[in-house]
């Protein structure tokens, strides 16, 4: 069992046998499956959903690989240097695919498709197509390379291979899926990688182990660790370079990760954040590519430059641009990861016996275990030391990141001490987001505004500040404005018996011009006279004149209706029976009388008779009319 820290240790490891000269086990990172052999009899544990099963494999032993296909119908095994063998589960057949370059050495392969596959060697890289029914392999292309080692990304199928004797010429290829027949793939453009320069004796070279190809905010990165050699003073510390890879742009260095020591590192990606273990202290670092605070703060792990540019703003890069590299730090002091007890007892962290892949995978090949990396956010949030707008905007990037910023606005705003410029400024970012708002005015409303509305000790003027701030953020960024938001501060001001504060928030703009609170105003024209009046003044603002006639004649107040509607010659929209509806109720004989002659004028004027329609729906009124006055 994991402990409860920043960083930690999925719960349910997959549990395989610890590696020994007789049980060799080996990782598909493409699949997550560990294959562990037991003389001809091979276990294998899928790290996606926890289940195992058995296969007997003949000459298990001699095994140097094994991979499944990607829809598990074949198992790709290589037993020589020169060629792979492919086993149709489905079928109980076999066959064999060797190295087109017979001189060459195969020094691993991938599955890029269900039926596709690339062998690396040490003189080409061979892409072939399987037909499993048939039990054939096809050639489809080949690459003629001078090969040192290489790495893959199942995730976006992306080979990267080295060449030449420093091993420091990268050449990547992209193998793009099939729509329809055969895959395609890119060549794309080689690149030199600079290494640190080398010690009296020495050679600089770049190894297998210090590039890993990662994946942030769903761009895809080589991260090459470069350490200093012996005798070279002037490079004291490690550093990590990231190159952005593209399938139709030249790779380009764009950031370095400072870590400031030396030694051994390996790292993952976990939540749009790599982690650096360094071995020798038992530490890991953080490093968010994508964040940096505030300028105005100060902090011993703040990137390094300021010279941050669009280009290095994920997930927004422009992948053109050149030249632009920003040096980043630690966003926190190094920890460890916590504690991991199995069987009851605690198991060694940061051992020279664990292998990392990407993205969190942790496998520690003496115990037989193989852990997913995890992050706290909650954590996160307790250990950063920055503004809170700069932890909001960290926390942004997380996966699960809206409960933490729920719980850290409603703390916020409960201490009353936050100044409101503060609150402001974590909310434009909430709201300035390009596409789409991440947390919406509902999830607002019920995870922050509500749950802090009935705390008795935050005052009424500090909550009405604070909805309204959030209300000005909206406004500022063009939102449409929920009209609950405006309910909450008038319910507010009724209950503490401050109505007469309406008039200033309206006169100042605070809140803005709407039809909906137009119409709540109104609405409280029997608790507080004068919000009828902001009502319809408001309605006037808006050019709303069918509003501002529907609620003088909701009043009763019939002949302020007709007159309004006449003044902005409006009058021959007017429904006739509301109007003598109205007149009817009020008892007023005077009041009807002169609206069923406005309405009878009306119809002389625009059909050259005073008579009402049956389609008016007023007979009722019109011999109400009769009685009361004698016409026939």
Not at 491 to 514: A, E, P, T, W
């Amino acid at each position: 069992m994991s402990g409860s820290g920043l960083l930690y240790l999925s719960d349910n490891p997959v549990k395989f046998p610890p590696v020994t000269r007789t049980t060799p086990v080996f990782y598909d990172e493409t699949n997550q499956e560990i294959f562990a052999m037991s003389g001809d009899l091979v276990t294998i544990y899928n790290a996606k959903d926890h289940t195992e099963h058995t296969l007997t494999i003949d000459n298990a032993v001699n095994i140097i690989s094994i991979k499944y296909s990607i829809d598990h119908r074949i198992l790709a095994v290589q037993r020589s240097n020169q060629s792979v063998d492919f086993l149709n589960i489905q079928e109980n057949t076999e066959f064999s695919q060797c190295c087109r370059r017979g001189s060459g050495n195969i020094i691993g392969f991938n599955w890029t498709c269900q039926n596709e596959i690339v062998f690396i060697n040490h003189q080409a890289i061979e892409f072939y197509q399987i037909n499993a029914k048939q039990g054939k392999v096809r050639h489809i292309k080949s690459y003629s390379i001078n090969v040192n080692w290489f790495v893959y990304s199942p995730q976006f199928c992306v080979l990267v291979v080295s060449s030449t004797l420093c091993g420091n010429i990268l050449h990547p290829f992209y193998f793009k899926t099939p729509q329809h027949g055969t895959s395609n793939i890119h060549r794309l453009p080689k690149f030199q990688v600079e290494l640190p320069p080398a010690g009296p004796n020495q050679r600089s070279q770049l190894l297998e182990r210090q590039v890993s190809i990662i994946t942030l905010h769903g761009k895809l990165f080589l991260a090459i660790t470069k350490s200093p050699q012996l005798g070279q003073e002037s490079y004291k510390t490690t550093e990590i370079c990231l190159y952005v890879l593209a399938t139709e742009q030249i790779v380009n260095k764009v950031a370095t990760l400072q870590l400031g020591i030396t030694g051994r590192f390996a790292l993952n990606c976990v939540d749009n954040m790599i982690v650096v273990h360094h071995q020798n202290s038992k530490s890991s670092m953080l490093f968010d590519v994508c964040w940096s605070p505030t300028s105005n703060e100060s902090n011993n792990v703040l990137p390094l430059s300021t010279t941050r540019t669009p280009a290095l703003k994920i997930p927004n890069f422009n992948l053109k641009t050149e030249g632009q590299v920003v040096t980043f730090r630690p966003i926190l002091q190094p920890m460890s990861i916590s504690q991991f007890t199995h069987e009851e007892k605690p198991c060694e962290l940061y051992s020279s016996t664990w292998v990392v892949f990407q993205p969190g995978i942790i496998i520690d090949a003496k115990q037989g275990l193989l852990w997913e990396l995890k992050l706290s956010v909650s954590k996160l949030s307790m250990h950063m030391v920055c503004s809170k707008p700069s932890l909001i905007k960290l926390l942004l990037h997380r996966r699960n990141y809206k409960n933490t910023i729920f719980s850290t606005l409603r703390s916020l705003i409960l201490t009353q001490s936050t100044p409101l410029s503060v609150l402001g400024d974590i909310f434009d970012i909430l709201n300035s987001v390009i596409d789409d708002v991440l947390i919406n005015q509902d999830e607002m409303l019920e995870e922050v505004f509500s749950p802090l509305l009935t705390k008795e000790e935050l005052s009424p003027s500090y909550k009405i500040s604070v909805i309204v701030e959030y209300i000005r953020s909206l406004r500022l960024h063009k939102l449409r404005i929920s009209y609950y938001y405006y309910e909450i501060i008038i319910q507010i001001l009724i209950r503490c018996n401050q109505l007469f504060k309406l008039h200033q928030l309206v006169q100042f703009q605070v809140l803005g011009d709407s039809a909906p609170l137009a119409c709540l105003l109104l609405s409280l024209d029997k608790t507080y006279e004068p919000a009828f009046l902001l009502g319809i003044d408001m309605l006037k603002r808006l050019n709303d004149t069918s509003g501002i006639v529907e609620a003088l004649l909701q009043k009763n107040d019939v002949t302020a209706a007709i007159q309004y509607a006449c003044a902005q010659n409006k009058e021959d929209t007017l429904d006739c029976a509301k109007f003598l509806q109205s007149a009817a109720d009020s008892g007023d004989n005077v009041l009807f009388y002169s609206t069923y002659k406005f309405f009878s004028t009306r119809n002389e004027r625009l059909r050259k008779s005073a008579e009402f329609l049956p389609e008016d729906g007023v007979e009722e009124f019109v011999a109400l009319y009769k009685s009361l006055f004698n016409e026939l």
